[in-house]
């Protein structure tokens, strides 16, 4: 069974640090892994997809890496703002089953 | 091109009562999920479909819970007894297609209440 980790839970950093977001996924087996931002009360915005096949995708201040072999990924972004504080989930695409399996998310505050 | 809507966004109910969520995916999409996001968790898949057919319901308390795709279009989700313990975000999301570049769109979701 599936399962993917995000740690910490949570994560208040000053305006302008680079951050480092980590996923972790029990079954190399998927198709593809999937960030998501979530701000409170809406549903989930896809900030970026990688294939199974690829290693790394980037979006503006966004970069997010995986290594399927070691069931990881890491999304980094650049000079944070204020405004990119919200809960990031990642979910893995099961290979097979197409069943997308979230982790629980990291709230990130970003403090002006 | 307009997301995936979704209504109502907020109900309140009593338990035992019953409930239903409606939800418009994006145009042309084949692929329509619901799930549920109970309050600091991630989202569990309830029930995939493609286009008319069911894909996965393992996780839908199918004693309470039914789903329905008309026309491989719009979806309705209910909920028959309410408990307490549904009390959360119900997520309908759509895609593409399946594979490997299939992005899931969400809309904003519906927050059950039950009493």
């Known amino acids: 069974k599936q399962e993917v980790t995000q740690i910490p839970a949570a994560l208040s950093v000053p305006e302008g640090e680079n951050l480092v977001l980590n996923c972790s996924f029990t079954?190399?087996?998927?198709?593809?892994l999937q960030w998501f931002r979530q701000d409170p009360g809406k549903g989930l915005t896809s900030l970026l997809l990688i294939q199974s096949s690829q290693r790394e995708q980037t979006s503006g201040r966004l970069n997010a890496s995986l290594d399927k072999s070691s069931g990881r990924s890491t999304l980094y972004i650049a000079a944070s703002q204020p405004g990119d504080s919200a809960t990031y989930l990642c979910?893995?695409?099961?290979?097979?089953?197409?069943?997308?399996?979230f982790g629980k998310g990291m709230k990130l505050t970003v403090n002006p | 091109e307009a997301g995936v809507a979704q209504s109502p966004r907020y109900k309140i109910i009593e338990k035992r009562q019953s409930v239903a969520f409606w939800c418009n995916p994006i145009?042309?999409?084949?692929?329509l999920y619901w799930y549920q996001q109970i309050l600091g968790q991630g989202p569990k898949l309830l029930i995939q479909f493609q286009n008319n057919g069911v894909v996965d319901d393992s996780q839908l308390p199918k004693d309470r819970f039914s789903a329905e795709r008309l026309k491989g279009v719009d979806s309705t989700l209910k909920i028959q007894p309410a408990k307490l313990e549904d009390s959360a975000v119900y997520l309908c999301a759509s895609s593409p297609g399946t594979g490997t570049f299939s992005p899931l769109h969400f809309g904003n979701g519906t927050r059950l209440t039950v009493t």
């Open positions: 079954d190399s087996a998927i198709y593809n």
């Open positions: 145009s042309g999409h084949a692929t």
């Open positions: 979910a893995v695409k099961q290979g097979g089953s197409e069943k997308l399996v």
